[in-house]
């Protein structure tokens, strides 16, 4: 038996530089007894509760490769449901030592999970989905009680209805512009409200009126009403008169629209939240603007009802209108009063709010930009004046994570560093903690690398400039316009005197460090400058370049699709690799200067031999653009990213895949190797660099593939929506009622039969053979060729038995061709 490549596998050890995501909501949670100052916080596949003092983590509930899209904590704030993609349903017990361990996982829907809400004593939680369904759990017992199926599109919001009725009623709403009150001892749907004209994207309920947020600026406002006993006589009444209300009959409750609460942003309304004691429901928009409004006491609503009718009176008595009647019933305007509204620094995701003892409210604001901010308001009106804002930001959590898509990271040299480039500034991370250093704000950046020494950072522009970063004072040293056009790469000399630098300007330059005198009078200060030495002009924009460890060639990735090599002394032409059939996005150079790697929009990456430039391997490595490739330092093996999300490595001599480690959810942009080949980290779409680590596993490349065969057919299971399983073409179950079925739908029968008036073939060979004569018969059968006559001699006895005709004539045939075999 021959020996076998044993390779050491990677294990993921964490995400970092998420704060929030903006597809699922955030809620204050409670830990510790500390109401107001802890949040749990999506964050991809994980929830994060943040504690916003201190602005670190507190808690991270995890699970592997779906997004969260809901989480809901329970009222009493011991336990909190969390949604995925995937439909399932993790219940976490805060208040446990193993609050990272699920109590209960619960699969209930086809699609992702649009929604989550508890009923008020934390027993029960009901579940919408995109699959249109809502789903009741008992959560004691850890099983469903109900499947409600009836709205057309995507549930977006749903509420267990206890204040006002003791019976068991749930409502709902969707974007199919419905909202349905369900009935869950019967699971029947008693009543629909069908005003809205949009979508129905937002539910909230205060005291016995219901308020829907739909695709218009304005908000209906529903009053709910409890059938009591005057209305069963009022309808013992109607029946007498027959004029009876059939939907009254059935319906516990009855819904009247009372009013608009018109909104001043503009857009659809997004979410809808309410403070746990039901006094105060904020808003918001499409927008940043976050509106408050304040549900009055009963006192609070005479005095206002009051206070409007004076004001009214006054005015008709100054129009000199005496017998103007004014209306004393209260209006919506009279229960429902406006707050300061809050505007946002960024467009807005999600919102919840608490009210606390002093009436303070505290709005928590999750923001597009990977940032949480908390404000204060000032609830009370007796306390507040109208002319004195008090909305104030306590805090805002913003220094953990860049605000755009991270498009570049790269290792320090001695490994313990980690530098991630984004749209408005530069980070330093501790590998080990995994916390932020320094931010050192910049414009879109595309491209990093560390200096030797780990000093000082070069970072490529989008605007073509080279900048040259102190890591101790976190500041730009130098500003260099290096490039007309996007720097896409940096690559650094392997004698470590310089660097190179390719662009969209179609060249590529090579910089000499030079160390220059910065300081002013006594202080002999040197910082690092960069010295132009050399230009290579192109035909193409130049996305990608590598120096060999050799220092001998220049290996540049074209727009054209195609590798060119150059002699790195002298920039004379040296190979063109070509074979790819979209623009080279990435490459890298083995470290003995042997194989160069090669990855393309056009899904492949190619193995190539650098002496000579043949191709030695074309592999389909991902399903989307690969975007980034890096050999491991002293190995022929090396990792790729794609915009498939997945991270992957391959063994360079013998092309093999050896392992798919979890990747990131969405598109996946940039990778770096540490030095010591130990680490590695990747950073993608869902705002989240991942840190991978080299264990002491060892992977056998057969197990690893059996492995993902598995994966690949549990996936293609009957468990989505296209769980119909065709049978194989033109299979028939034999059975009495198929036989008679099929019966009934004859093909049509050949011309010569319907001529010959027979209904089968074997009639219609004895009506033929009846036709010819008998001493025509008796040569034609001396030509029959003897597998003929076996076929045939199954086809007469068929006959033989029941058929009255003369068979004399077949008396020259041999016997032997009539019997069954």
Known sequence: MGLTKQYLAYRAIDSFNIITSGRANVNFAVVDKTEGRYVAAPAAENVIVWDLRMGDRKLTLRREKFEVTSLRVSPDHLHIAVGYADGMVQIFDLSSDRYYEPICTLALHKNAVSILRYDLQGMRLVSGGLDTELVVVDVVEQAGRARLSGHNAAITDAHFLQRLVDESIVVSCSKDTQIKFWNLETQFCFKTIVDNRTEVWALAFIGNLMVAGAGESGMNVYRLRKHDGAITETLESAVEGLSIDDEDTISPISVSNCGTIQRAGKGRTVNLVTDPSERVISCHGTNDLIENFYICTPEEVKKRLAKRLKKEKKVAEDEGSEEAKLSTEQSLSDEIKRLESIRAKQKIKSIDVVLGQN?????????????LSLYSLEASIKTRKATDPSAKLLRSLTRLGHQSEVRSVCF???????????????KFWDRDAMQCLRTVPTDYILCSKFVPGDRYVLLGMKSGKLLIVDVAAADIVEEIPAHEGELWSIALLPDQKGCVTGSGDTTVKIWTFELIDAGEGDAQTKVLSLLHKNTLKLEETVLCLAVSPDMKYLAVGLLDATVKVFFLDTFKFYLSLYGHKLPVICLDISYDSNLIVTGSADRNVKVWGLNFGDCHRSIFAHDD??????????????????????????????FEKILTLPGHIGEAYCLSVSPNGRYLVTCGSDRTLRMYERTEETIVLKDVQEEEREQMENEQLATGEDNTVPLLPGLKMPSRKTFELEAEDKPELHPLMQALEVKNPEDFLVSTLM?????????GFSYFPSPLSAKSSNVFPLCLPSDPINWSCFGAAPSSWFRCT
Do not use: Y
């Open 625 to 654: 653009s690969v975007m980034s490739v890096q050999f491991i330092p002293r190995t022929h093996m090396f990792f790729t990213c794609g915009k498939d999300g997945k991270v992957k490595q391959w063994d360079g001599d013998n």
């Open 771 to 779: 036709r010819i004569r008998a001493s025509d018969l008796e040569e």
């Open 359 to 371: 009436q303070e409210l505290r709005v928590l604001v999750s923001l597009a930009n990977n940032s």
């Open 412 to 426: 320090s040299n001695d490994s313990l560093a980690i530098g991630s480039g984004a749209g408005e500034s530069f």
